[in-house]
């Protein structure tokens, strides 16, 4: 039975870079995926992923985007075709309100560059936005957005590079530990290692039933506007807005490069409805367009042509939003990074280190304190 270092279940975004991290340390690495790499039937597909470094979720985030945001730029030279636009960012909404006061509390604690525009303001510089006058804006010259297939890709090109086994097509069915380490049974064959990371995204749900997590289904669209003009790369940059139920209605500049459909892509971050990932339908319902159509004509009436594709993607939840990473509570060898909760993307690369750290010296450097479970407890 062949015997690695640490074996990576699922190789996904974040497997993948944990994959080339390890691999680039000298670890003797397995990476096995159920499907292939990359996927489009977890939470990394189609086409584009917003990068903003103001982050109003939780401000300790943003000492890790940074480190994200410069590992990214590396990938780039990595990469024949970018991975990460450094596009900007727009972030709109009500005065007061959530989304853009607590971006720029995060911008002023970390010394992120930003610009606050009064309504006015963005409606002359964005004219696709039409905005109520209560609303104010912050513009981030650090975000962007990074292509999710490319960035999979580029990871497993250079974690193979460095000696990495990474397969597709292989399930791991089950897992098991003692004193010594782990042994994993997959579709194929049994294999041994020192250490598990387990990034299997919303088949956590299945794997790690005690972990409270909650998959939903979550709609993309893309739509055909009249004027391209003021939404292409260059006139626009990565975009959100605050809604009233405060969600967000956010999307990305046109651009003919990336994965996917063509057209003009925005969504809804929210709840959504819950799914499991085995049985979620992936197809388009009628209903799906009613999650962004509604909202597009009132903000962006310009750019609210025919609908042209409809794609679905899932979250995998956690009850406050934030990611879980850290070791296993009851295996002392198994690493969980889980629970994204549908903005993990902007920070895989920072991941896959701290994901390398764990598992090689049991330790980081990264503050990842407020990711671990005992906040849970
Ligand atoms: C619609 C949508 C929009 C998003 N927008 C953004 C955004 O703009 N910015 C941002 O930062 N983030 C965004 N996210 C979130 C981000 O994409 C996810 O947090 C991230 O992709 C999670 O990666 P993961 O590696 O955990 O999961 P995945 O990429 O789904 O990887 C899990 C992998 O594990 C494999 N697997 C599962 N079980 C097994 C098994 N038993 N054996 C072998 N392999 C297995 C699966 O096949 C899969 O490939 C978005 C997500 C969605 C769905």
Known sequence: MKHFETIVMGVGCMGAAACAHLAQRGCSVLGLDQFDIPNDQGSSGHQSRAFRLAYYEHADYVPLLKRSRELFLELNGESKEPVFHASGGLYIGPEGGEFVEASQTAAERHGIEYERLDAASIRNRFPSFEIPDHFVGLVEPGAGWIVPERAIETHVKMGRRAGADIRSNVTVQSWTTDGQGVRINTSTDEFTADRLIITCGPWALRHLPDLQLRVSRQVLGWVEPQDPEPLTCGSL?????????????????????????????????????????????????????????????????????????????????????????????????????????????????????????????????????????????
């Open 237 to 377: 940059p990565i975009w959100a807005i605050e809604l009233e139920d405060q969600s967000l209605l956010y999307g990305f500049p046109m651009a003919s490069d990336g994965h996917g459909p063509a057209g003009f892509k925005l969504a809804r971050h929210w709840a959504a409805q819950s799914c499991d990932p085995e049985s979620v339908n992936r197809s388009p319902e009628p209903d799906d367009e009613s999650d962004f159509i509604p909202y597009l004509k009132q903000l962006l009436p310009g750019a609210a042509g025919p609908v042209r594709d409809i794609r679905i993607c899932l979250y995998t939840n956690t009850t406050d939003g934030h990611f879980i990473v850290d070791k296993h509570p009851d295996h002392e060898q198994v690493i969980l990074a889980t629970g994204f909760s549908g903005h993990g993307f902007k920070f895989q690369p920072v991941i896959g280190e701290i994901l390398a750290d764990l598992s090689m010296t049991d330790q980081t450097s990264h503050s990842i304190e407020f990711l671990g479970l005992s906040r849970f407890r």
